[in-house]
C-alpha cells in the first residue's frame, strides 16, 4: 500500500520560509490527487494546497486555498516521488501540523480543497511553529 511521509517542518520568524516534502513510497503511473493539510490545535483540519501527480499526468493542475494563495507554491520532483510545499511569508497563524494526504486515482479539483474526507492516504505530519 501506498504511504506518504513528510519532512522539512520547523521553527522560523514570521515571515521566514520552509520547505516541506512529502516523499511517496512508490510514485503512480495514473492520475492521482496529491493534498497538502493543515490542522493547528482546537482548529479544523483545513486544505492548503492540492498537486495531481502521476507518470501519466504531464504538467498536472495545482489549487490553492485562499489563506495561502500567493504565499505558499506546491511542486513535483517525479524523479524523486516527492511533492514539496514552499511556505513563504509565514504567519503566525500558519503555525500547524502539516499532513500530505493521498486521493488515490483521481484528477486533483478544487471542490477536494474543501474535502478532505475523500482522501484516504495520510502522512504522519511535520509541526510548522511561526513565532511573531
Known amino acids: 500500500q501506498e504511504q506518504l511521509k513528510e519532512s522539512g517542518g520547523g521553527s522560523v520568524q514570521a515571515g521566514g520560509s520552509l520547505k516541506l516534502a512529502c516523499q511517496l513510497s512508490t510514485y503512480p503511473d495514473t492520475i492521482n490527487c496529491v493534498g497538502w493539510f493543515r490542522q493547528a490545535p482546537g482548529k479544523q483540519r483545513e486544505a492548503v494546497a492540492l498537486?495531481?501527480?502521476?507518470?501519466?499526468?504531464?504538467?498536472?493542475?495545482?489549487y490553492y486555498a485562499d489563506l495561502v494563495k500567493g504565499r505558499f507554491t506546491v511542486y513535483r520532483d517525479d524523479a524523486v516521488k516527492t511533492v514539496y510545499l514552499q511556505l513563504n511569508g509565514l504567519k503566525p497563524e500558519d503555525t500547524a501540523m502539516y499532513y500530505c494526504?493521498?486521493?488515490?486515482?483521481?484528477?486533483?479539483?478544487?471542490?477536494?480543497?474543501?474535502?478532505?474526507?475523500?482522501?484516504?492516504?495520510w502522512g504522519q505530519g511535520t509541526q510548522v511553529t511561526v513565532s511573531s
Open positions: 498537486m495531481e501527480v502521476g507518470r501519466s499526468t504531464g504538467k498536472g493542475d495545482s
Open positions: 494526504a493521498l486521493h488515490v486515482g483521481s484528477f486533483c479539483y478544487r471542490s477536494h480543497l474543501s474535502s478532505p474526507n475523500d482522501f484516504a492516504l
